[in-house]
């Protein structure tokens, strides 16, 4: 959370990225090995799950149970039933969703999205390799 004046708010995704403030703000929270690093610095390679959002939503079951077997809790179909709607993962909570859902998808321009690419890449393929996933698995 940014706190403070925010002129960057309800400007254009694009926009955004091209504000060096703003894509200050965007850029590293996308570098997930960067990130891990810091947590890895502390922490063994097995206390830390990682578990992409794209296998989280094609298995949620599957997903769940390994974050529920990862934190030594019971991780059967019993105890991860009551985690989904429907068989999917719950889109609130209690605490609300506070318009996540409603958020479109950004329309980037071409360029824009080269450059974003190339700057992530490196890293995303980095941190693709240490979960086991093919480097190119995002098509970056």
Do not use: M
């Amino acid at each position: 959370h940014v706190a403070g004046d925010r002129p960057w708010r309800h400007r254009d995704f694009a926009d955004l990225l091209r504000d060096p403030v703003g894509r200050g703000l965007i850029l590293p929270a996308s570098l997930y090995w960067t990130r891990l690093q810091e947590w890895r610095a502390h922490f063994p390679d097995g206390a830390i799950l990682c578990l992409t959002l794209e296998d989280l939503t094609a298995e949620p079951a599957a997903g769940l149970a390994r974050v529920l077997a990862h934190l030594g809790l019971p991780a059967g179909p019993s105890d991860v039933a009551p985690l989904l709607e429907d068989g999917r993962l719950i889109r609130s909570n209690e605490a609300g969703s506070k318009g996540r859902a409603l958020v479109p998808r950004p329309d980037w321009p071409p360029a824009l999205r080269a450059a974003v690419a190339a700057r992530i890449a490196p890293d995303a393929r980095a941190f693709l390799r240490h979960i086991g996933k093919p480097e190119d698995a995002w098509g970056l």
